[in-house]
């Protein structure tokens, strides 16, 4: 880290730390809610008999959803000028580099999650790298999380990264 470095050695000292975990429960009637909001009417979320059919004890939560199962609810006034509350991200500051905009994301699932399960997501730094761009220096910081249930069965691991640029 050089003393012009958009990385500040706060946040810099997180890179292998678990810096969120979080926890929510799972429930029917709120997934089938998110599936419907956002047009995905998969007969596993909502049909008993056709997931039973598919090998299922029962309806399944759409693996998609976890994430927004987790998440707690934040009042508008707390929120970063980006829109979220940077609970789950560890809350990192960047003040030479406050402009925030999702980097991407992926996700592979190895459970299903049911009515009634409660989910813990733990989220590591992975990476935080100082990069320059077309338009610019940025930072790319990247997080792994882990979804597990109250069995500690791993449901979800995701791999989320976002971009953090100068005003």
């Not at 039973?52 to 004890?57: L, S």
């Not at 925030?100 to 592979?108: C, H, I, K, L, Q």
Request: hydrophobic letters at 40%.
């Amino acid at each position: 880290m050089t003393a012009d470095s958009l990385v500040d050695p706060e946040s810099a000292a997180t890179i292998g730390q678990v810096v969120a975990v979080a926890t929510g429960e799972v429930y029917r009637r709120d997934w089938q809610r998110w599936a419907a909001a956002v047009g995905d009417h998969n007969p596993l979320w909502f049909d008993p008999v056709y997931a039973r059919g598919h090998g299922y004890r029962d309806i399944v939560c759409p693996p998609l959803y976890l994430q927004y199962a987790i998440l707690g609810v934040a009042a508008l006034g707390g929120l970063r000028p980006d829109g979220s509350s940077g609970a789950v991200t560890g809350s990192m500051a960047f003040p030479r580099a406050p402009r925030r905009m999702a980097g991407g994301e992926s996700t592979v699932f190895h459970l299903p999650a049911y009515h009634g399960d409660e989910v813990e997501m733990t989220r590591t730094v992975d990476s935080i790298v100082e990069k320059d761009g077309r338009s610019g220096r940025f930072v790319l910081v990247t997080w792994r999380a882990e979804y597990r249930n109250q069995h500690r069965e791993l449901l979800a691991e995701a791999t989320t990264s976002m971009i953090a640029r100068p005003a």
